[in-house]
């Protein structure tokens, strides 16, 4: 594979770490480290009075599906801008039937709050808005789509 054509960033989000640390994390390639880092919200599926997280890729779960997703194409829904995800493994295969994309809201704080958490969506990575304005310098340039990656 020529240098060339291999991304420089990926997104990844680690959902071991509390969801009032740092835990969306775009990651460069090339330089092997972190460009930036964000607060991100994991599903309300989770929501089951313990700290323990539940994924699924089940419609109607509202939980956060794991794996790998290529990063789709902008456009302006419900929550102003949004990116469209499209799960690349069978742990997320329904997320674009589950509408499950990238976007802001304003309960995602811009600075950490931990030990409290921040809020929770409906199984969609939602960041603060400022962090999606500089995640958008990432996604709108021109080239192959960038990859995200959901772990636990």
Not at 26 to 50: C, F, M, P, Q, R
Request: a positive charge.
């Amino acid at each position: 594979m020529a240098t060339g054509s291999m991304h420089q960033f990926a997104f990844l989000i680690d959902m071991r770490i509390p969801s009032g640390k740092k835990r969306f994390f775009v990651y460069d390639l090339k330089n092997d480290s972190v460009e930036i880092a964000g607060l991100v919200t994991h599903g309300s599926g989770s929501d089951n009075d313990s700290d323990e997280l539940y994924f699924s890729n089940k419609p109607n779960s509202y939980c956060t599906s794991l794996g790998k997703y290529k990063m789709g194409r902008s456009y302006n829904g419900k929550f102003g801008l949004a990116y469209k995800l499209y799960g690349l493994d069978k742990a997320n295969s329904k997320a674009f039937d589950r509408f499950v994309v990238l976007h802001a809201h304003n309960c995602v704080p811009d600075t950490e709050v931990s030990p409290f958490p921040i809020c929770v969506s409906q199984g969609c990575p939602t960041v603060a808005p400022a962090f999606l304005k500089r995640l958008q310098t990432y996604l709108d340039k021109p080239g192959k789509p960038i990859l995200l990656w959901i772990y636990y």
